[in-house]
């Protein structure tokens, strides 16, 4: 290999280590936003209302499919691990296999969701379109989970763990949509 090949590739590893680096504190810096977005819980049911949505969805777009995915790993295996970062400041594996196990799971592929819809264009109206995506990847999985869990038909699950939310829900979702684009407006100015 001649010597200006090796200068390259010296370049762009530090580079490319950067970057890695970059996105691990991003991840875990939205991994602990979600913690932290779920101690104030309002329960109205099986189902507690929450800020985590708002970030969960951000880290898609903010993260990408991967990094974004990879934060909500992170997030669910610090609850895993006993901190007190899901719902109402709970933890526990046992959280994964309870009424709200589903949500929570769906939380990994609506950050992945959001992050691959979320590559394609920086507009505000893809971006929020691309966080309603995402949005009913968690619902599905939530009020599927939920409806298997807690022994009730699929209809109920909606009832209880989709409509109460959706206005929130809705208003999280442009929210994270407005992070994503201010984001990506601050990364292209970089």
Request: glycine share 12%; charged share 10%; with cysteine.
């Given at each position: 290999?001649?010597?200006?090949?090796?200068?390259?590739?010296?370049?762009?590893?530090?580079s490319q280590a950067a970057h890695r680096i970059r996105s691990m504190v991003l991840a875990a810096l939205l991994a602990a936003l979600t913690g932290a977005s779920s101690l104030v819980a309002i329960p109205i049911g099986p189902v507690p209302i929450t800020l985590q949505s708002l970030f969960v969805l951000a880290s898609g777009g903010i993260l990408g499919p991967k990094w974004g995915a990879l934060s909500m790993c992170l997030y669910l295996a610090m609850g895993v691990a006993g901190l007190p970062v899901f719902a109402g400041g709970t933890s526990g594996f046992g959280k994964l296999l309870?009424?709200?196990?589903?949500?929570?799971?769906?939380?990994v592929l609506a950050s992945a969701t959001v992050g691959s819809l979320t590559k394609s264009s920086s507009r505000l109206p893809w971006i929020f379109f691309s966080s309603l995506v995402g949005l009913s990847v968690?619902?599905?999985?939530?009020?599927?989970w939920l409806s298997l869990i807690a022994k009730i038909p699929l209809k109920k699950a909606i009832m209880v763990g989709l409509l109460p939310f959706v206005p929130g829900d809705l208003l999280k979702a442009f929210l994270a949509s407005l992070l994503v684009v201010k984001w990506q407006a601050v990364q292209t100015d970089r």
């Amino acid at each position: 290999m001649s010597a200006k090949g090796d200068s390259h590739s010296q370049e762009l590893a530090p580079s490319q280590a950067a970057h890695r680096i970059r996105s691990m504190v991003l991840a875990a810096l939205l991994a602990a936003l979600t913690g932290a977005s779920s101690l104030v819980a309002i329960p109205i049911g099986p189902v507690p209302i929450t800020l985590q949505s708002l970030f969960v969805l951000a880290s898609g777009g903010i993260l990408g499919p991967k990094w974004g995915a990879l934060s909500m790993c992170l997030y669910l295996a610090m609850g895993v691990a006993g901190l007190p970062v899901f719902a109402g400041g709970t933890s526990g594996f046992g959280k994964l296999l309870g009424p709200t196990g589903g949500y929570l799971v769906g939380f990994v592929l609506a950050s992945a969701t959001v992050g691959s819809l979320t590559k394609s264009s920086s507009r505000l109206p893809w971006i929020f379109f691309s966080s309603l995506v995402g949005l009913s990847v968690i619902y599905i999985l939530g009020c599927g989970w939920l409806s298997l869990i807690a022994k009730i038909p699929l209809k109920k699950a909606i009832m209880v763990g989709l409509l109460p939310f959706v206005p929130g829900d809705l208003l999280k979702a442009f929210l994270a949509s407005l992070l994503v684009v201010k984001w990506q407006a601050v990364q292209t100015d970089r």
